[in-house]
T-cell receptor
């Protein structure tokens, strides 16, 4: 069973920021928080990961709550190519289960 | 990032035959590989976890005699769907992990159609 909860879908306008939430109240001390996204008929693409501190990379930012029970993926300026299903996953060495994910629609 | 390949990308087979799908990590040693299946408009469902040189650990409800997984080397894992039936038609995806769990890379997937 997935250990994360995400909204089924979200919409954004092009060039606006998007905040994708994820709840993971049962996170353990050694779980990493990973985000992936998937386009139709493709394998998931790595977006970002973190453990305790907020993280930034060229694709996105990851804001992690102080108690680590939730996190938010931030796309600073959504583009049409960012339309995908976004998955938040709690990762441990032998466990990489996907939840239902959030389908992000970006409107021009 | 690291590259994981899958072969074939698409396969059509007749009911009752077996199909082998290969997953290769091209530029790193994958100590752990995961196999998933995905139905249309659904999320990825973890089928099994395999560590190099040991037997795969299957998720509940996944038949290990039907979905044979071999992880014989640090760069190759194979999934064999035995005696395939139309209900086995799905998108099969592998991922490979290096020594650190955050080194997790997914293959492009294999679309299996059983007629």
């Amino acid at each position: 069973d997935a250990k994360t909860t995400q909204p089924n879908s979200m919409e954004s306008n092009e060039e606006e920021p998007v905040h994708l939430p994820c709840n993971h109240s049962t996170i353990s001390g050694t779980d990493y928080i990973h985000w992936y996204r998937q386009l139709p008929s493709q394998g998931p693409e790595y977006v970002i990961h973190g453990l305790t501190s907020n993280v930034n990379n060229r694709m996105a930012s990851l804001a992690i709550a102080e108690d680590r029970k939730s996190s938010t993926l931030i796309l600073h300026r959504a583009t049409l190519r960012d339309a995908a299903v976004y998955y938040c996953i709690l990762a441990s060495p032998n466990d990489m289960r996907f939840g239902a994910g959030t389908r992000l629609t970006v409107k021009p | 990032g690291a590259v994981v390949s899958q072969h074939p990308s698409r396969v059509i087979c007749k009911s009752g035959t077996s199909v082998k799908i290969e997953c290769r990590s091209l530029d790193f040693q994958a100590t752990t590989m995961f196999w998933y299946r995905q139905f249309p408009k659904k999320s990825l469902m973890l089928m099994a976890t395999s560590n190099e040189g040991s037997k795969a650990t299957y998720e509940q409800g996944v038949e290990k005699d039907k979905f044979l997984i071999n992880h014989a080397s640090l760069t190759l894992s194979t999934l064999t769907v035995t005696s395939a039936h139309p209900e086995d038609s799905s998108f099969y995806i592998c991922s490979a992990s290096g020594r650190a769990i955050y080194e997790q890379y997914f293959g492009p997937g294999t679309r299996l159609t059983v007629t």
